[in-house]
């Protein structure tokens, strides 16, 4: 069977935003939901009443349909999937499907979270159970946590390939660089490869520089049928492929820790794009670990296995231009905030680092890459300007 896309109708984002993200303590989650959700339909210039498709997850029992209530809409068209990071982009491939085959015209894709302030309110604690039944319950018993089982993956690659504790220390601090430069960003401050070495140990080889921030914040992505763009206030970033992996759930069943499932979900998303890594400008990953960044790197096929150390080092491709979940925000499953970024990047809209190719024109191709639970799951969208 053919892997090349098929539809009827071409599918672009119109429009992108963020709600006010980092420390937003006197906000509910569903006004960060609604919040992004109003800023990206001003963005595209559309109505919302053109809106009939909506992707949530993530908040309330009934998500989406207490968020669709709460936004005002009655969509026809709804998607709940939860893949912890890489929902948003298997989300957006399952409604640039729905768009394409005349089951909705317009889908909004949309998310928040308080997760940072509700832990200082002390309405949960920093504990992060994913349960006991099932598979998990031969892993839970010995305390084996989600940055250990990235700790281990980690260590794998080292031992395997000789990467060392200053290129992924090099993930850190390339995305505290770009951080930097953006004013959206909760850190921003500068750090060098001794910071992050330095730092208390969370689990060897992370230590607190190599892992996420928690913040709070929200963001939301439209969607639309190619007939509804020439009405749209911005230009059109088309999406030009996705695919979608999962490859286990236990780590006895992970055949090898030095492989995500970028490898399938970027294979796929390339190979329906009609594009090859090397024809990529720009591209955002998820990096709740620094680990997750070289891996993802080297499976979506940008370096070699084994190389993504020397690649990171040598900072051969604009990665996580906004300062990622590293040191922009990590309200939790980021993978939304990667789509907003590429869809502002290939506009020319970044409010920090924008990326321009040699020729000082604007990139034509993103790539955005969502991963789950650990290492479990991924998504990967290819997007471009034509």
């Given at each position: 069977m053919?892997?090349?896309m ?19 303590d ?21 109505d ?7 992707a ?9 349909v ?5 936004l ?7 998607d709940?999937t939860?893949?912890?990071g ?22 909004l ?29 031969f892993?839970v ?13 980690a260590?794998?690659?080292m ?9 992924l ?19 921003r401050?500068p ?6 070495l ?16 928690r913040?709070?914040?929200?963001c ?13 206030r ?7 492929g996705?695919?979608e ?11 090898d820790?030095?492989?995500s499932?970028?490898a ?6 390339f190979?329906?794009?009609g594009?090859?890594p090397?024809?990529?400008?720009v591209?955002?990953?998820?990096d ?30 604009p ?5 990622g ?28 680092l ?12 993103a ?20």
């Amino acid at each position: 069977m053919s892997t090349t896309m098929r539809s009827s109708r071409r599918v672009a984002a119109v429009g992108v935003s963020l709600s006010d993200c980092g420390r937003v303590d006197e906000a509910t989650p569903y006004a960060l939901h609604a919040q992004a959700a109003r800023r990206a339909l001003a963005d595209s210039g559309l109505d919302r009443s053109l809106v009939d498709g909506l992707a949530s997850a993530g908040l309330g029992v009934l998500a989406p349909v207490e968020v669709a209530e709460y936004l005002g809409l009655r969509p026809r068209w709804m998607d709940s999937t939860s893949v912890g990071g890489a929902t948003w982009e298997v989300m957006a491939a399952h409604a640039v499907d729905a768009i394409a085959a005349g089951h909705a015209n317009a889908v909004l894709l949309v998310y928040g979270s308080t997760a940072r302030a509700d832990i200082r309110a002390g309405r949960r604690t920093g504990n992060l159970s994913f349960g006991a039944r099932g598979p998990l319950q031969f892993e839970v018993p010995y305390g084996h946590t989600l940055i250990a089982k990235y700790a281990m993956a980690a260590r794998r690659h080292m031992h395997e390939y000789g990467t060392t504790p200053e290129q992924l220390a090099t993930v850190a601090v390339r995305a505290r660089a770009n951080a930097a430069l953006n004013p959206e960003a909760m850190f921003r401050k500068p750090i060098t490869v001794d910071d992050v070495l330095g730092g208390p140990m969370i689990a060897d080889p992370f230590t607190t520089l190599h892992c996420c921030i928690r913040s709070d914040g929200g963001c939301a992505v439209l969607l639309v049928a190619e007939e509804y763009v020439q009405d749209c206030r911005t230009a059109p970033v088309w999406v030009l492929g996705t695919g979608e992996h999962a490859s286990h759930a236990t780590m006895s069943e992970w055949e090898d820790f030095t492989v995500s499932p970028a490898a399938v979900s970027g294979r796929l998303a390339f190979e329906r794009a009609g594009v090859r890594p090397a024809d990529v400008d720009v591209a955002e990953v998820y990096d709740a670990f620094t680990y997750m960044t070289l891996a993802t790197l080297e499976d979506l096929g940008f370096c070699a296995k084994g190389e993504g150390g020397a690649f990171v080092e040598e900072d051969r491709l604009p990665v996580n231009t906004d300062g990622g979940g590293l040191s922009a925000c990590h309200p939790g499953m980021r993978g939304l905030f990667l789509l907003v970024e590429a869809v502002r990047q290939l506009r020319g809209e970044a409010p920090g680092l924008q990326v321009r190719r040699p020729d000082g024109s604007l990139p034509e191709v993103a790539v955005a890459s969502g991963t789950g639970g650990w290492f479990c799951s991924s998504g990967t969208v290819v997007l471009g300007r034509s």
